[in-house]
């Protein structure tokens, strides 16, 4: 049974920092897919950051804030933020999937949560002005 249990989310003020920790177990973590979305009141989940083992990604609207990382031996996945605004605010998913091998592990620019077969349950983030 794969279970995704994601922590450290939580209220900052704008211009903060913030770690998510994911951890993983009952998936082959070293070899798949992971990422993290995120998903705003009345908004569609979107990808924020994806990573295996030849690269990681991010959505435009993250780049030079976010860092995603992973670390085999712990089976966790992490997700620095840093610069945070009022427009990150959503509720934070980690997700999983053995099926996007090598350049098909990327965050794509339009929804693509569907592709992810396994998923957390969410840690909320909130950034205050």
């Known amino acids: 049974q794969v279970r995704l249990v994601e922590s450290g989310g939580g209220s900052v003020q704008a211009g903060g920092s913030l770690r998510l920790s994911c951890t993983v177990s009952?998936?082959?973590?070293?070899?798949?897919?992971m990422a993290w979305f995120r998903q705003a009141p009345g908004k569609e989940r979107e990808g924020v950051a994806t990573?295996?083992?030849?690269?990681?990604t991010y959505a435009d609207s993250v780049k030079g804030r976010f860092t995603i990382s992973k670390d085999n031996a712990k089976n966790t996945l992490y997700l620095q933020m840093n610069i945070l605004k009022p427009e990150d605010s959503a509720m934070y998913y980690c997700?999983?999937?053995?099926?996007?091998?090598?350049?098909?592990?990327?965050?794509?620019?339009?929804?693509?949560?569907?592709?992810?077969?396994?998923w957390g349950q969410g840690t909320q983030i909130t950034v205050s002005s």
């Open positions: 997700a999983a999937d053995s099926s996007l091998i090598g350049a098909y592990c990327y965050v794509r620019t339009r929804p693509h949560s569907y592709q992810f077969t396994y």
């Open positions: 009952g998936f082959t973590f070293s070899s798949g897919c």
């Open positions: 990573i295996n083992n030849e690269r990681s």
